[in-house]
């Protein structure tokens, strides 16, 4: 087994981010931007990390167990379904980018790139349980500007920031936040998340909480119990100690929607994702590739270059005719 790093891609973040970086008009009139700036990022990456393996988990409609938890989880902002790539009983994606995220997903098919899903689940989850599951010993880089999968770091797992451009590991978060990546969704739990519609501790951002809480950036095993106590005993000191103290319950919903170790993946949904990594086999076929660019009126696509990237890939296979 190969001591380079597999990479774990979260691909909605990935061609949400290239949409907006990459405007990408084809020869039909069509913006092409998510599909192929996320290609080029793609060749970009692979060409820094030189993976052993590639890994995409994607967005499944969001996490109904969220959901469940918490009514306006996410409230506005569920995430795309993908049914024209993975099968009829899959509601349709979003009109807006159905047409470049399908044409992705298929052009993908022709790369060693593993693409993992699960309906009603988020990429993070699969994500997760990727990390303390089948890879739970490898090295790996997780791909993401999400600040969720922070807690997901440590001495295997490094994270490339598709904000700094770079790989980050978890001493130069401690560094930025004075929190121990593994105390990071208490953290976040503590001061909440308005992109995700979560409220937190009003007056609590993470820098504050460092400060408060010190017990954050300890090497100590960690409960939310834990954080409240130390915050009972202080209560007298600082009103948000106090609201902390206050609002457990809050802080107890809080832990469950923002914690990441694959619990959110109900059985169906691990076994799925599992399959999906156990029989993934790599495999190459440029000229269907090339078939699909033309396709969708793309002419310019350094499609041997991209292709020369994956040379680090392990065990590919080429396709008939490639």
Not at 63 to 73: K, L, T
Not at 155 to 167: E, G
Not at 186 to 194: H, N, S, T
Not at 293 to 322: H, M, P, Q, W
Request: glycine letters at 8%; charged letters at 30%; one cysteine or more.
């Amino acid at each position: 087994m190969s001591d380079r790093p597999i990479l774990l891609i979260d691909g909605a973040n990935l061609f949400i981010r290239s949409w907006a970086a990459f405007p990408t008009m084809s020869s039909h009139g069509h913006q092409m931007g998510g599909c192929i700036g996320f290609l080029k990022s793609l060749k970009k990456i692979v060409t820094e990390i030189q993976p052993s393996g590639v890994y995409v988990a994607w967005e499944g409609g969001g996490s109904q167990r969220r959901r469940n938890i918490y009514s306006d989880y996410k409230l506005g902002r569920r995430p795309e379904k993908l049914n024209r790539f993975y099968g009829d009983d899959i509601p349709d994606s979003e009109e807006n980018r159905k047409h470049q995220l399908i044409s992705l997903l298929e052009m993908l098919k022709n790369v060693p790139v593993c693409q993992v899903y699960a309906s009603d689940c988020e990429g993070d989850d699969i994500i997760a349980f990727m990390c303390n599951g089948p890879f739970r010993d490898r090295s790996k880089v997780i791909v993401s500007s999400d600040k969720d999968l922070y807690q997901l770091l440590n001495d295997n797992t490094k994270l490339y920031s598709l904000h700094k451009k770079r790989i980050v590991d978890a001493l130069e978060i401690f560094d930025e936040y004075r929190i121990k990546t593994k105390h990071f969704a208490l953290a976040k739990a503590l001061c909440g998340d308005p992109g995700d519609n979560i409220d937190g501790i009003k007056g609590l951002g993470f820098k504050t909480a460092a400060k408060k809480i010190p017990l954050l950036g300890s090497d100590e095993e960690l409960l939310l119990d834990d954080v409240i106590s130390y915050c009972q005993v202080r209560i007298d000191e600082s009103s948000v100690y106090k609201r902390i103290v206050q609002e457990k319950e809050i802080l107890q919903r809080n832990w469950k929607l923002v914690y990441l170790d694959g619990s959110m993946l109900s059985a169906t949904q691990v076994s799925k994702v599992q399959h999906a990594v156990d029989t993934f086999i790599p495999r190459t076929n440029r000229i269907s590739l090339i078939r699909l660019l033309i396709k969708e009126g793309v002419t310019d696509f350094d499609v041997e270059g991209f292709f020369y990237a994956f040379n680090c890939i392990e065990d590919v296979r080429l396709t008939s005719g490639d």
